[in-house]
């Protein structure tokens, strides 16, 4: 055997590792996605043999006629309002706060000090203010809102917003903003026209997050809102009772709130591999 | 009509001063360059003139007025950036205009003074391009197009052509002469390239760590240098120094190292030799001595030495040349014909010596 094919062999060999590699670590991450789907479209029976049925011997779609056919629908548009709301939000304010932070307009030992408690109410596990929060949400005559939850969620994804984008913040050239000052613009104006679009790629990164988060949230949804502003987590959560587990519906009901999460991933996907490489490399 | 003028300002960032005591009036249409190595304020200048710094004390004034206050935008300044800081998502036509557009301009108005500026730096057929499409060169004109579309009354520009390769650096050196010359503007340039300087200004301003070293016509200051740090900063190659006592000899000056005697041709009654208390650095520039093979000296002053290197630059050589540990380069003709190891004979230049102070650095060889 040459060098040359003996090398050819060692490449693709390592090749083939990498892919091999590649497959497991999908498989592993892939498999409760699937297992949720397959779930949802197997006969009832099936759910709960011993051992798993991996591979559903039919399709069943029942699942997804019970739980599209109910009040379910009026939920999903409950979630739907409540977490757009909360990402637009927890986007526009948190992008203008980091502006504010990343700027020398305010001296640097105050700077600190704010960034530092944003980030404290994160350090919080949510469960230990859960109970007073849900007295001052109350009080203030707004449990089973919509504002609840958009409250709620903006002020636990602002944080995190906050200390993302002021990255994306401090990693714009200076000299940029710097000719915009020269050319006359005032804050609002450089934060809008030059900031803004070419930190978008951090904003879209920010917003899938903050949407992630606030679709997903269980805790403060389940204690906030009783029916009114009752979101999809809570509604699948009431497959499960005492008397029963309603395995089918739950992994409809699960499978369809992925789908709103894809979507959103799939038309922000130009930006986000942009934007969690922003500023390794200059150009 | 744009005079600056600066009165005693002082910037200090934390306890680092980067500014002081800077007083410098630059005349209606003047093209003044500030020039000095990394960290001697002269950035810092600049954008205290542009109002992207706040002074920490002294007071700045266009046009008679005091503009410490006055927001940037409304100094009526345009700057270009070393890194050139074109917006990246906006059109060469947008990136141009994009100042005018603030100011609530016109679109017809804005796109006449585009297509203007354009056509003056030859980038008409980029317009619709991004600025990441566009080469080195092709970056530096929009900058530049930014800046002379606001028809502005002063134009600052920081460090302008050091991103450029040096070709187009030299190429570009003299399309911003003519484009000034042409427009009339009061410029104030910022270089730590002496040769930019040198070629491009009608007074240039040496400054060293904050501290303005000497101010004049570029020609007057590397004829005159006040200072070691003035003579060493202008010319390329720089000046030689050597390390020198000064002694009577006869009824002239001589100076003396590592047991050469170098004759200064300067008469001893002069005050030099107090002035100096002995010691003293001796300054002469490269084109200021001359160079010849033993035997062809015309001058009894003439000082032997050993040729070190010859670098061949097609129009002219540099001879490094040893004498006696001492170290001094000279320019000579391309017809020079020297090998390493060579000896050969030096001539100085007498009406062209330097001679410092070695304790203050002033220059003291008038006096």
Request: glycine content about 12%.
């Given at each position: 055997m040459s060098i040359a094919q003996n090398y050819r062999l060692r490449r693709n060999v390592s090749t083939l590792q990498l892919y091999l590699l590649i497959i497991l670590v999908l498989i592993v991450i892939a498999f409760p996605v699937y297992w949720l789907i397959s779930t949802s479209v197997k006969p009832s029976i099936e759910s709960l043999t011993n051992p798993p049925t991996y591979i559903p011997s039919r399709l069943v779609f029942d699942n997804y006629i019970a739980v599209l056919k109910s009040e379910n629908v009026k939920f999903l548009v409950n979630s739907l309002i409540v977490a757009l709301a909360s990402t637009v939000l927890t986007s526009v304010l948190g992008a203008m706060a980091a502006y504010a932070l990343s700027k020398?307009?305010?001296a640097f030992a105050i700077r600190r000090g704010l960034m530092l408690w944003i980030l404290v109410t994160r350090i919080f596990p949510p469960i230990t203010t859960a109970i007073p929060y849900y007295v001052i949400i109350k009080n203030l005559g707004l449990?089973?809102?919509?504002a609840a939850l958009i409250i709620t969620y903006v002020s636990y994804g602002l944080p995190f917003v906050i200390w993302l984008m002021l990255g994306f913040f401090q990693d714009l050239p200076a000299d940029i903003e710097k000719a915009a000052i020269v050319d006359g613009c005032s804050m609002w104006q450089r934060f809008r026209q030059v900031v803004l679009p070419l930190t978008l790629p951090g904003l879209a990164v920010t917003a899938i997050f903050a949407f992630i988060y606030s679709w997903n949230e269980f805790l403060y949804a389940s204690i906030l809102t009783s029916f009114t502003a009752k979101t999809l987590p809570v509604v699948i959560s009431t497959f499960i009772s005492d008397q029963y587990l309603r395995w089918g519906e739950m992994s409809a009901m699960g499978s369809m709130m992925i789908i709103p999460v894809m979507i959103f991933a799939l038309a922000t996907q130009k930006y986000l591999v942009r934007g969690l490489t922003f500023g390794a490399v200059k150009g | 009509m744009a005079e600056i003028h600066f009165e005693n300002v002082t910037k200090r960032f934390g306890s680092v001063v980067a500014l002081r005591e800077f007083n410098l009036t630059v005349a209606d249409k003047e093209f003044v360059t500030l020039v000095?190595?990394?960290?001697?304020g002269k950035s810092t200048t600049l954008n205290i003139l542009a109002g992207l710094e706040d002074p920490s004390e002294g007071l700045i004034f266009i046009d008679g007025k005091v503009v410490n206050e006055m927001p940037s935008g409304k100094r009526d300044i345009a700057m270009v950036f070393q890194s050139y800081a074109?917006?990246?998502?906006?059109s060469v036509r947008e990136n141009i205009g994009f100042g005018l557009k603030v100011r609530g301009m016109t679109k017809a108005e804005i796109d006449r003074r585009v297509e203007d500026a354009a056509r003056i730096l030859g980038i008409e057929q980029l317009l619709a391009r991004r600025p990441r499409e566009l080469s080195g060169g092709q970056r530096q004109r929009v900058a530049l197009g930014r800046a002379i579309t606001r028809e502005p009354k002063v134009f600052l520009l920081d460090e302008p052509l050091s991103n450029l390769d040096a070709k187009l650096r030299t190429q570009m050196r003299a399309d911003l002469k003519l484009l000034f010359t042409r427009l009339g503007g009061t410029v104030v340039y910022v270089t730590h390239d002496q040769a930019e300087a040198m070629t491009l200004s009608d007074r240039v301003v040496v400054m060293k760590d904050g501290v303005v070293q000497q101010v004049g016509d570029p020609l007057y200051l590397y004829d005159h240098p006040d200072n070691i740090f003035v003579a060493g900063f202008l010319g390329s190659p720089t000046m030689n120094f050597i390390d020198c006592e000064l002694a009577r000899q006869g009824d002239q000056v001589v100076a003396m190292t590592n047991g050469v005697v170098w004759p200064l041709a300067l008469p001893a009654d002069g005050p030099l030799l107090d002035r100096a208390r002995g010691r003293a650095v001796l300054g002469i520039r490269p084109e200021d001595i001359a160079v010849c093979l033993p035997g062809q000296a015309a001058s009894r002053q003439a000082i032997s030495c050993t040729v070190e290197v010859v670098e061949h630059m097609g129009s002219l050589n540099i001879i490094y040349s040893d004498v006696q540990g001492t170290r001094l380069v000279a320019t000579t003709e391309s017809g020079f014909v020297a090998r390493s190891g060579d000896p050969a004979v030096l001539t100085l230049n007498a009406h062209k010596l330097h001679i410092f102070d070695r304790e203050t650095s002033q220059n003291i060889t008038a006096t």
């Open positions: 020398n307009y305010i449990a089973d809102t919509y | 000095g190595p990394s960290g001697c074109l917006y990246p998502h906006m």
